[in-house]
């Protein structure tokens, strides 16, 4: 939790002397954005490749004071865009000490805040609150409930002697909790449709109703969700009076580029051995090739979460080949994208009447995408030699107790060895797992490209003639 600075205003008269003024939630990231644009700030870290598509949309929705809804397929970074919003928000921002919810000493709301405060008047006493607890995040589960969402009467209150006609009978549920701040619906669709019609009111009339009571509490929220296309048209769907009364509907997407592919492998990747660029850029390939892959079911998309999970993998291999062989640092090298298909394979959904060719489709497009990571790696670059040199008898083994030194070993001292590790961002100075790397992606390329042979067991692959 963070330290609430001391030298904030402790008491309603306090904070009025200091000339604080209530500011609604959307007016706030408004002034916020603004400030943060003007003074050439990025709003929105640790987002990747929507700079030029989706940040803009959400920019002008956020100024415009609109609701919004993200639509798009799984693993675009929805759910990792609208937690930046948090950003955009005060550091600290005043609400009623002990109050329910989190009201503005100068505006309460709830019957026993404004007694309260005409009460006590400028002595009513106000704590802080961070931004990050202005956050709410609430999955839509089909069994969530109106009084999850919004609030329903509290036995516990009415035994204690309360009457049933009393408002401040109701337990209040996780929208009115979020007064002032965010809240953030994902998977928006999968509510059932009588759900979807409590929020209604909160959208426009913005006030909520609960079993009846007059109760009409001014709320003042930013409302944000996800949705999944298939999901917006076929499993679930958001009923047409909520989805008239979101301001914005931003479509996000996949990275458009490699290089953006790349920059979020990168960024989220936990990786336990060195993963280099070349390696990235294969795997990068790879799920660029899935998304445009016939046999892969695009309607349930290849997230971006794959290629993480792809990298992560490559770099345990990595890992694992360092602890049988002793060589250190661990560095990826090509031998190891073999693990990705076996162990990635469940997190795809593939088009009927594929059922058993599964690996073998994904062994294709993964050898594609080395194939033109090599491509655009070595253009220009004469591999003749080193095919040359194999041909001659200077058999390549690698595999998973083959350490780098051994790979660079079997072969003559070539300068084509320098140009390809030059080509691979790797100096001679540097580990040979690092070198072998790139030489095993050249031989690799020569194998694809039919100059060499290949022939693999259990653990070990050989270039040959």
Do not use: C
């Not at 979020?178 to 809240?183: E, K, M, P, T, Y």
């Not at 469940?346 to 594609?368: A, C, D, I, Q, S």
């Amino acid at each position: 939790m963070n330290d609430v600075p001391a030298n904030l205003p402790r008491t309603a008269g306090d904070l009025r002397a200091a000339g604080h003024l209530p500011r609604s939630i959307k007016q706030e990231l408004h002034d916020n954005l603004l400030a943060k644009l003007r003074a050439g700030e990025d709003p929105w870290p640790g987002i990747v490749g929507f700079s030029r598509t989706v940040v803009p949309q959400l920019e002008r929705a956020l100024l415009a004071g609109h609701d919004l809804v993200l639509l798009g397929e799984r693993g675009q970074g929805k759910t990792r865009l609208l937690r930046t919003l948090a950003g955009l928000l005060d550091e600290w921002t005043p609400v009623i000490e002990g109050a329910e919810l989190a009201e503005h000493p100068l505006d309460p709301i709830t019957p026993e805040s404004r007694r309260r405060a005409a009460e006590l008047g400028d002595a009513l006493p106000v704590t802080w609150r961070h931004r990050d607890e202005r956050y709410t995040e609430k999955l839509a589960t089909p069994d969530t409930s109106v009084g999850d969402l919004i609030g329903d009467v509290d036995p516990v209150k009415v035994a204690e002697g309360r009457s049933l006609g009393d408002p401040e009978t109701i337990h209040f549920g996780l929208v009115p909790r979020a007064h002032r701040g965010i809240v953030a619906i994902n998977e928006l669709p999968d509510l059932a449709e009588r759900i979807q019609v409590a929020l209604l009111n909160v959208m426009e009339e913005r006030d909520i109703q609960v079993r009846g009571y007059t109760l009409r509490l001014p709320l003042d929220v930013l409302l944000v969700s996800t949705a999944n296309p298939e999901d917006y048209t076929n499993r679930g769907r958001i009923i047409t009076p909520l989805k008239d009364r979101f301001g914005a509907e931003i479509r996000t997407h996949y990275p458009l580029d490699v290089d953006a592919e790349i920059a979020v492998v990168r960024q989220e990747a936990r990786l336990v051995a060195e993963v280099g660029e070349p390696l990235l850029e294969v795997l990068a390939r790879f799920v660029r090739n899935l998304r445009e892959s016939a046999v892969i079911d695009q309607r349930s998309g290849v997230s971006a979460r794959f290629a993480v999970a792809a990298a992560e993998t490559v770099g345990a291999a990595a890992l694992r080949r360092s602890a049988l062989t002793g060589e250190e640092p661990a560095v990826a090298r090509p031998v190891d994208l073999d693990a990705v298909p076996a162990v990635l394979r469940g997190k795809l959904e593939f088009e009927p009447g594929e059922e058993g060719r599964e690996t073998e489709h994904l062994v294709h497009l993964l050898r594609r995408a080395v194939a033109e990571t090599a491509r655009s790696r070595f253009a220009g670059l004469d591999l003749v030699p080193l095919a040359d040199a194999v041909e001659a008898g200077h058999l390549v083994a690698t595999g998973e107790r083959v350490p780098g030194k051994d790979v660079l070993a079997a072969l003559p001292e070539l300068p084509v060895l320098h140009d390809v590790a030059a080509r691979a961002g790797v100096s001679p100075d540097e580990p040979a797992g690092r070198i072998a790397a790139a030489v095993e992606l050249a031989l690799e390329s020569l194998f694809l490209s039919r100059r060499l042979a290949k022939d693999s067991d259990d653990s070990t692959t050989v270039y040959g003639r």
